[in-house]
């Protein structure tokens, strides 16, 4: 019998070796180890045998189901193994091909910019104006300092609304939003005011009758000229990288006053001079000021106690030097070409 | 403002490169546009002598001449010029030299003989006669000058002045002078401001002998200054006033003309000159003019006045509108004997609004309306009269004519040095602040600061914080962080529209930017019926052109001109939107009945006005066309555009039978719908009609959607509340249903939520099929419905009987069970 256990256990072994596939596998162990397999056959025998000799050879024959189960069990992982394998070599893709995309759009760029303006103002505690682009001549001007027959009003520059003696107007500035909010809320006040605006200029690279402005504003009791720059600086740091500086030039705006215009360096040459900024180093961004006194007073604020500063610049100029647009033009014609490269 | 270095250089003593000066004055206020240094496009060109001129041989018209132009040996040139002799001085443009317009001049042979150069003529030096008024007009520039063989041109005849063009802000008209800039400059140097009070000899005699002058007006008029010169001689300036003249971009005339302008560049002040046979009666009357009353204008322009503008006029008629421009025939003429010089100052408003309404604009006119300084006339007049003697000009009669009503009182303000650093954030010491006013012209006393009186602009304390801003240097205040805790957040409408953007955006769709005034003409394209209330806009007075002249009463249009720009720029499909505003018209004057109607500052009624501004809602405009785009890609954006703003429960019903969107017609009839939920309408959708897509050039079908924002805004649901998580399993029931095909699926969907109610879950169409198995005319719709309790599992009988009662209420509108 022992050579009987022995031959099976040979036998189990060298099947084993040669087989090749998992199903094969099931039936060897069916054929040794099942119920009727040679296994069992054999254990069936026992009783024959003597006392003394049947712990021997149940020890034996536990021996050698042991292994051959041991033996089914590697083999079956190493079968599992191949097979995974060859699966995984057979599923293999070109990883190269293109990606397959549900359709996604594009903000315009000007909208990307504004948005990243107003989430740098809002991270100042600034809040967001709003107010009419067809407006009266009030709010456009005079609450601004711009009475009637100031030089600084050219009929040129403004589209007037017909049948309305030059009372309705397109709005030359999102300077206007200022009077609306200062005649409908008390300081402090810190707002931006993003829009349109209009002016009479005839299309090219850089001229539109329609572009856009973001209006700023501070009032508040102890405002300062320094805190004007203070805050400018600060946008454009976070806009443009802390390398880039600013320049305030004097100027003159009937609204503020002192009036500035601020200058950045290039975005091309850093400001050492170069042809995209006439050899300046410099590039006009933005107009601010203090709010003129007038202005305060025109609001119902009062002057002596409050002070504030205002800003306003023009959204096309910094899109087209953030992305190196030389045409304005191309921001208004809508070309999906263009628009899916932002 | 064009300003003469060498011109300058009488007043301030100033010596810098002039790279560094155009900086200083710009960071200073006095803003540089650039700087052109005269003659500098001229290079190699010098005075020569000719030696002898010999006829060419092989040629008429030509002549050989030996010229001396300082070297050892003089230069042969061949000129066709017919005006040169022996002994004629001339600007020699030797070999490899350049003129203006980039010319270059190298050696080469004319009909086989050599020519080193070329004889210029004044054209060719960038010059003509009015420069050099000896000069013949064409042939060689031979030279009068006082100057040396060999000699470079430029300083030979005086062509090296540096000209600097400013930008002078509208405020400061003493800019618009060399004694203001000059002022500027010494203040910004700390330099000494050389300017000395004009005298003049005169001979004896008094200009009321000859003149007498009356102010009807003097609110408008409020100085006349007038002076008489006798025997006068006309003839050109000499040429240093030509120079400055030139250096300042004015053309002289002659030694008159010349003087007023010369003056004006000067002081800032507009002088007139004028022929006094012309003033009839010898009597000058500044008045109003008489409604009607005419004037023949010097630029030879016939213009009728109105009584509100004001007129120098003699006995008879206006010799001048006041401020603006001289009649034509007042001017001085070479037979001119006895000129009268005018100095005065005209109210500002008054210039400008007569310049405005006779669209006539001058240099003199755009200086008074600025404002010029009110006092300084009679000292122009004693500038011109010391230029007159001068010049030789004329005999000055002595004793002048002034006619003055103005307001000597100059402006002050406090002056609190405290209040001025807080203001600016800075720390400057008062007594540096008085030194930058006191330069600039200001007087500092007892707690005021005086403005001079050429300072127009100065009104308040802020307007002297800024003087001493502008001196210090707006880059050496400090940059500061403002205090006070300030709330900030997107309002409701502006996170609404945020969102709408943004789920745009990830439906594919690309942002657009298009103009809010558009052609009248795109009330026709779009097939909007005569009587369209969108054909009411509000229309610019002067647009640009015809394109952008009315404000757009539909943002269809504007998408519509968008998709045809990329459709005709070949690109084959495009997702596109755009968020913007429409303009339409409110009928009733006066208004503005919102929350600010009244200050809450200072609780005064708002400036009024007459005319009701329009409304400007939002608009999300829709397009697409190509790729898979139709009817139901577009409503499948909506759908999911209005899930993620919250806008649920919405209905679409044929566009063709909506009353409130005029925008309809330019939709294809049958695949169109508006969008409405609790009977309001939110927009409107579909393919754009043929006609339409025709009128816009776009080749393939278009779809286009718009949807107010206002409406979408007032129906999104704002709470989100939990539901909780099913507990039972849904059970499921599919029902095939044939049905006439023109029952829309909504009805169909709406008989089964009514029949199922509470326990209906969802409904999910999966099939419509049209074909031979379920008859003409018919189409099988196939639902999957899906039904759940929250109190347990529905039991079969439950389902059941719901899907009973749904397809008897199916049945009531013709669907059956398919058989």
Redesign the interface.
Same mark, same amino acid.
């Given at each position: 019998m022992r050579e009987q256990l022995e031959k099976i256990e040979a036998l189990a072994k060298q099947e084993l070796s040669q087989c090749a596939g998992i199903k094969a596998l099931d039936e060897l162990r069916i054929k040794f180890l099942g119920k009727k397999g040679e296994l069992t056959a054999i254990l069936k025998q026992m009783g024959k045998l003597s006392p003394e000799e049947r712990p021997v050879i149940g020890q034996l024959a536990n021996k050698v189901r042991t292994d051959i189960e041991e033996a089914l069990s590697t083999k079956l992982s190493s079968l599992k193994a191949e097979a995974q394998e060859a699966q995984l070599r057979e599923e293999t893709i070109d990883i190269t091909l293109p990606g397959k995309t549900?359709?996604?759009?594009?903000?315009?760029p000007? =909208?990307q910019v504004e948005n990243e303006i107003r989430e740098i103002?809002?991270?100042?505690?600034? %809040?967001?104006a709003e107010g @009419?682009?067809?407006?009266?001549?009030?709010?456009v001007f005079?609450?601004l300092n711009l009475p009637p027959?100031h030089?600084?009003r050219d009929?040129?520059d403004t589209?007037?609304?017909?049948?309305?003696d030059? =009372?309705?107007l397109?709005r030359t500035q999102t300077s206007s939003v200022q009077v609306?909010v200062? %005649?409908?809320?008390?300081p @402090?006040i810190?707002i931006i005011s993003p829009g349109?605006v209009?002016r009479?200029d005839?299309?090219d690279a850089t001229h539109s009758?329609?572009f856009h402005q973001i209006e700023g504003l501070?009032i508040?009791k102890?405002?300062?000229?320094?805190?004007l720059?203070?805050?400018l600086?600060?946008l454009m740091k976070k806009l443009y990288g802390n390398d880039c500086k600013l320049?305030?030039?004097?100027?003159?705006f009937?609204f503020t006053?002192?009036?500035?215009e601020v200058d950045i360096s290039c975005f091309n040459c850093g400001g050492c001079g170069c042809s995209m900024c006439k050899d300046e180093g410099y590039i006009e961004l933005l107009g601010a000021g203090?709010v003129?006194?007038?202005v305060l007073e025109n609001?119902?604020?009062d002057s002596s106690v409050y002070?504030g500063f205002a800003f306003g610049m023009g959204l096309e100029r910094m899109v087209m030097g953030r992305y190196n647009i030389n045409d304005l033009r191309l921001?208004?014609?809508?070309?999906?070409?263009f628009?899916?490269q932002f | 403002m064009n300003l003469s270095m060498k011109w300058l250089a009488d007043y301030v003593d100033i010596d810098v490169p002039v790279k560094d000066y155009c900086h200083a004055l710009?960071?200073?206020?006095s803003?540089v546009e650039c700087y052109e240094t005269e003659g500098s496009e001229i290079s190699n060109v010098v005075v020569g002598k000719i030696l002898s001129v010999v006829p060419h041989e092989n040629s008429d018209h030509l002549v050989v001449c030996q010229v001396e132009v300082g070297g050892d040996e003089p230069v042969q040139i061949v000129t066709g010029a017919s005006n040169v002799n022996v002994g004629d001085i001339v600007p020699v443009a030797l070999n490899g030299s350049t003129l203006p317009n980039g010319i270059k001049i190298k050696k080469g042979k004319l009909r086989g003989v050599l020519s080193n150069g070329m004889l210029c003529s004044l054209g060719e030096l960038g010059l003509d006669k009015r420069d050099f008024p000896y000069a013949v007009e064409d042939g060689i520039f031979i030279m009068q000058e006082d100057c040396e063989i060999g000699q470079d041109i430029q300083s030979a005849i005086g062509l090296n002045d540096t000209s600097v063009e400013f930008e002078i802000?509208?405020?400061?008209p003493d800019c618009l002078s060399v004694i203001g800039l000059a002022r500027e400059t010494a203040a910004i140097y700390g330099l000494p401001l050389n300017v000395k009070a004009p005298e003049y000899k005169g001979v004896e005699g008094s200009a009321s002998d000859y003149l007498k002058v009356d102010i009807h007006n003097t609110d408008k008029c409020q100085r006349y200054c007038a002076g008489i010169v006798k025997n006068v001689k006309i003839e050109p300036s000499p040429r240093w006033m030509r120079e400055r003249l030139r250096a300042s971009g004015v053309r002289p005339i002659n030694n008159f003309v010349d003087i007023t302008n010369y003056v004006m560049l000067e002081y800032g002040q507009p002088m007139h000159a004028f022929d006094l046979r012309y003033v009839e009666g010898s009597h000058i009357n500044v008045r109003n003019a008489v409604s009607g009353e005419r004037i023949m204008t010097l630029d030879g322009v016939e213009r009728e006045l109105t009584e509100d503008m004001l007129v120098i006029a003699d006995e008879k008629k206006p010799v001048a509108v006041a401020g603006i421009m001289g009649g034509e025939y007042s001017g001085i003429m070479d037979d001119t004997t006895t000129v009268v010089f005018e100095s005065a100052y005209f109210e500002?408003?008054q210039v400008?609004?007569t310049s405005?309404a006779l669209r006539l604009k001058s240099d003199a006119s755009s200086r008074y309306?600025?404002g010029v300084d009110r006092l300084v006339s009679m000292t122009c007049l004693k500038r011109a009269f010391e230029l007159v003697e001068l010049l030789g000009a004329g005999e000055v009669v002595r004793e002048v004519i002034d006619c003055d009503y103005t307001d000597k009182t100059p402006v002050s303000v406090d002056f609190d040095s405290a209040w001025i650093n807080?203001?600016?954030?800075?720390d400057i010491p008062e007594d540096d602040m008085k030194e930058y006013l006191s330069r600039l012209g200001f007087t500092v006393a007892d707690g005021k600061v005086t403005a001079p009186s050429f300072r127009v602009?100065i009104e308040?304390r802020?307007?002297i914080?800024?003087e001493v801003?502008?001196i210090y240097g707006?880059?050496n205040?400090?940059?500061?962080?403002?205090r006070?805790?300030?709330?900030?957040?997107?309002?409701p409408e502006?996170k609404f529209i945020r969102t709408l953007?943004n789920s745009?955006?990830?439906?594919?769709?690309?942002?657009?930017?298009?103009?809010?005034?558009v052609s009248p003409k795109y009330f026709d394209k779009i097939r909007l019926p005569e009587d369209s209330r969108l054909r009411k806009t509000?229309?610019?007075?002067?647009?640009?052109g015809e394109d952008?002249s009315v404000?757009r009463t539909s943002t269809i249009p504007s998408m519509l001109d968008?998709m045809s720009?990329?459709y005709n720029?070949r690109?084959e499909k495009?997702?596109?939107?755009e968020i913007a505003?429409e303009?339409l018209p409110v009928d009733e004057k006066r208004g503005y009945q919102g929350?600010?109607a009244f200050?809450?500052?200072?609780?005064?009624p708002?400036?009024e006005?007459?005319?009701q501004?329009?409304d400007?809602p939002d608009r999300l405009t829709i397009g697409m066309y190509g790729g898979n785009a139709d009817f139901y890609t577009l409503k499948g954006m909506i759908e999911q555009i209005l899930a993620e703003v919250r806008v649920s429960g919405v209905e679409y019903v044929r566009a063709s039978e909506c009353e409130v969107f005029d925008e309809k017609y330019a939709f294809h009839p049958g695949r169109s719908a508006v969008i409405l939920k609790d009977g309001v309408h939110l927009g409107i959708m579909g393919e754009i009609h043929p006609e339409v897509q025709e009128n816009y050039g776009i080749g393939t079908k278009a779809y286009v959607a718009k949807l107010n924002i206002p409406e979408l805004i007032s129906l999104a649901e704002n709470e989100i509340t939990y539901r909780p998580l099913p507990k039972f399993p849904a059970t499921t029931r599919d029902l095939s249903l044939v049905v006439d095909d023109n029952v829309p699926v909504a009805e169909l969907e709406k008989a089964i939520k009514g029949a199922v109610g509470k326990i209906l879950e969802k409904i999910t169409l999966f099939d419509v099929y049209r074909g031979k198995q379920v008859g003409e005319g018919k189409k099988s719709v196939a639902y999957s419905i899906s039904m759940r309790s929250h109190d347990g599992t529905l039991t079969d009988e439950q389902a059941d009987s719901a899907v009973k009662k749904a397809l008897k209420a199916l049945s009531e509108i013709g669907a059956e069970l398919r058989g």
């Open positions: 549900a359709p996604m759009g594009k903000l315009h000007m =909208t103002f809002m991270g100042m505690g600034f %809040e967001i @009419p682009e067809v407006d009266d001549d009030y709010h005079e609450a027959d030089p600084a009929t040129q589209f007037y609304i017909e049948g309305t030059e =009372t309705v397109l609306h200062m %005649e409908t809320q008390k @402090p810190r349109r209009f009479s005839a299309v009758p329609l501070v508040d102890g405002i300062k000229m320094s805190d720059k203070g805050t600086e600060m320049r305030f030039r004097p100027h003159h009937p006053e002192p009036s500035c203090m003129h006194p007038k609001c119902g604020i002070s921001l208004y014609e809508n070309d999906v070409r628009l899916e | 710009t960071m200073s206020g803003k802000t509208s405020n400061r500002p408003s400008r609004r405005k309306e600025k807080d203001f600016l954030g800075t602009d308040c802020a307007d914080a800024e801003a502008r707006y880059n205040i400090p940059s500061t962080d403002f006070g805790v300030a709330r900030a957040e997107f309002t502006q953007r745009a955006v990830s439906l594919g769709g690309f942002e657009t930017a298009t103009y809010s005034f509000v229309k610019i007075v002067n647009p640009l952008t404000m968008v720009f990329n720029n690109n495009a997702v596109l939107f505003k303009y929350d600010d200050l809450v500052n200072s609780g005064k708002r400036h006005y007459e005319y501004l329009p400007e």
